[in-house]
């Protein structure tokens, strides 16, 4: 089944384009890639699909249905979750307390909350065992955990994640992408932004790639993975080899 679907979505900064008539889309139970450099336009593209702006045109489908200009805090409630590039923790509150909040405006009843608790905690024991601890004493690759689980604890059917490897060291990577995995086969549809390439085709079922807000490449991961043009979007050459 289509959990995504972006049909032709353009997103401007005022006169500045951010991206540009982007087709794409995310089957249910699929980690997909979203690749492409700094400023090739994958975290607005995930803005755009998680409501933060709205694209000047284009459609984007939430398993079938036009999502139009509904609002952020609305897609959340509805299954579409955003964990943002940096982690966007709050530093200052526990884990328990940054988890809570993931679950603010689900409208699920203190006991489902509860039990959402419980699963999340089962799902990333670290969190069980620094259940209070603030959250500002955590690794880098630590927060990136609590994000993740922040995130489930709306119980998504889409989990849209912006560069989740950033700044960590190659053992925290790891953990964080077999988290990732884990919550794929619990049946969680992934959108993956990641400008580290290996990693994210090793995981994905398929990728696009971005340039200058535009998807210059997608297919099988298998595929892409041996494509020159996968280098060439990195380093900033047309589809022609031309810089």
């Known amino acids: 089944m289509r959990a995504l679907g972006l049909d032709g979505v353009s997103v401007y900064y005022g006169a500045v384009r951010g991206v540009e008539d982007v087709t794409m889309h995310v089957?249910?139970?699929?980690?997909?890639?979203?690749?492409?450099?700094?400023?090739?336009?994958?975290?607005?593209?995930l803005k755009a699909i998680s409501g933060i702006i709205h694209p000047r045109k284009g459609a984007i489908t939430y398993f079938g249905e036009?999502?139009?200009?509904?609002s952020a805090h609305r897609r959340v409630a509805r299954g579409l979750v955003h964990v943002p590039e940096g982690r966007r923790i709050f530093t200052t509150l526990t884990i328990a307390e940054n988890l809570e909040l993931g679950a603010y405006g689900t409208e699920r009843s203190r006991t489902e909350r509860a039990e959402r608790?419980?699963?999340?905690?089962?799902?990333?024991?670290?969190?069980?065992?620094?259940?209070?601890?603030?959250?500002?004493?955590?690794?880098?690759?630590?927060?990136?955990?609590?994000?993740?689980g922040r995130a489930m604890m709306s119980n998504p059917r889409i989990l849209m994640i912006d560069e989740p490897s950033l700044g960590l060291d190659p053992q925290k990577v790891d953990i964080v992408y077999d988290m990732l995995e884990e919550v794929s086969k619990l049946g969680t549809t992934v959108l993956l932004v990641e400008q580290n390439v290996s990693l994210a085709l090793e995981i994905a079922s398929r990728a696009y790639v971005l340039q200058q807000g535009s998807v210059v490449l997608s297919g099988p991961s298998s595929d892409l993975e041996s494509d020159p043009r996968l280098s060439d979007a990195y380093l900033g050459k047309?589809?022609?080899?031309?810089?």
Do not use: M, Y
């Not at 089957?27 to 593209?45: F, P, Q, R, W, Y």
């Not at 603030?134 to 690794?139: E, Q, Y």
């Not at 047309?238 to 810089?243: A, F, H, V």
């Open 66 to 70: 036009v999502l139009a200009k509904q």
């Open 27 to 45: 089957d249910e139970g699929e980690i997909v890639a979203l690749l492409g450099a700094n400023g090739a336009g994958k975290s607005t593209l």
């Open 117 to 148: 608790l419980s699963e999340v905690l089962d799902l990333f024991p670290l969190l069980r065992q620094h259940f209070q601890r603030l959250a500002g004493t955590l690794s880098g690759g630590e927060q990136q955990v609590l994000a993740i």
């Open 238 to 243: 047309s589809s022609d080899g031309r810089d």
